[in-house]
């Protein structure tokens, strides 16, 4: 079946501006995770998502980052006045949602901030 | 704080030699473990993982990982390497807590298998 499937694949945006990132998780996946890559660094956890509530929102940086899951489905990373410190990959993630289970993970946006 | 250790920026290893990847972690608890691959322009994909039981676990492309609890490390190996294993490989642990995997990373070792 389909994978994890993350839009755009590529971003390139102007400090200051905002950006909204998409995750279409695995159908039936009930965990969703967004994590985020720095070049040369492995991936650092933002948000989980358990159904449509943000039950672990401890990795984001500040208050201009923001996530919605509104239907338990498809999450929405928003962050606002973007700064140069935020260009990474942002990778997203879904599992069946019991703890031990591993994460399907989507390919990845590509945030440029300029 | 709780960490990832992932020694190695790079293991070479020639084809058909055997490979290990280390990974050492620091966390509270009995962690879950994990293996992880990225291929160039592709997401990370699932290798392996300990729960619990037996110490060596098999996961997909013939790598196996042996948990030491006393050493708090779960090395990345395969017997026989092969060209196509190169690639970037992370180990990430999981704290039991809340009912859900959230994810600590290494920094990733690049593993180069030379024909």
């Known amino acids: 079946g389909a994978g994890v499937s993350q839009t755009p694949s590529n971003k390139v945006t102007e400090k200051g501006k905002y950006v909204e990132l998409r995750c279409d998780p695995i159908?039936?996946?009930?965990?969703l995770y967004w994590y985020r890559q720095s070049l040369g660094q492995g991936p650092e956890f933002l948000i989980y998502?358990?159904?449509?509530?943000?039950?672990?929102d401890s990795g984001l940086p500040n208050d201009r980052f923001f996530a919605v899951r509104p239907e338990g489905s498809v999450s929405t990373l928003k962050i606002q006045r973007t700064e140069r410190g935020d260009s990474a990959v942002y990778l997203c993630a879904s599992s069946p949602g019991t703890a031990g289970n591993e994460q399907f993970f989507g390919p990845g946006t590509r945030l440029t901030v300029l | 704080a709780q960490s990832v250790a992932q020694p190695e920026d790079q293991v070479n290893v020639a084809e058909g030699n055997p490979l290990t990847v280390k990974c050492t972690y620091s966390v509270s608890g009995n962690p879950y473990l994990f293996w992880y691959v990225q291929y160039p322009n592709r997401g990370l994909q699932f290798l392996l993982k300990y729960i619990t039981g037996d110490n060596l676990v098999k996961g997909s492309y013939g790598f196996e990982a042996e948990f030491n609890k006393s050493q708090t490390s779960f090395h990345l190996k395969k017997p026989s390497a092969l060209v196509s294993d190169s690639a970037l490989y992370f180990c990430a642990v999981s704290p039991i807590s809340g009912g859900y995997n959230k994810l600590i990373f290494g920094a990733g070792t690049r593993l180069a298998v030379h024909p």
């Open positions: 998502f358990q159904g449509t509530g943000a039950a672990d």
């Open positions: 159908s039936g996946h009930t965990a």
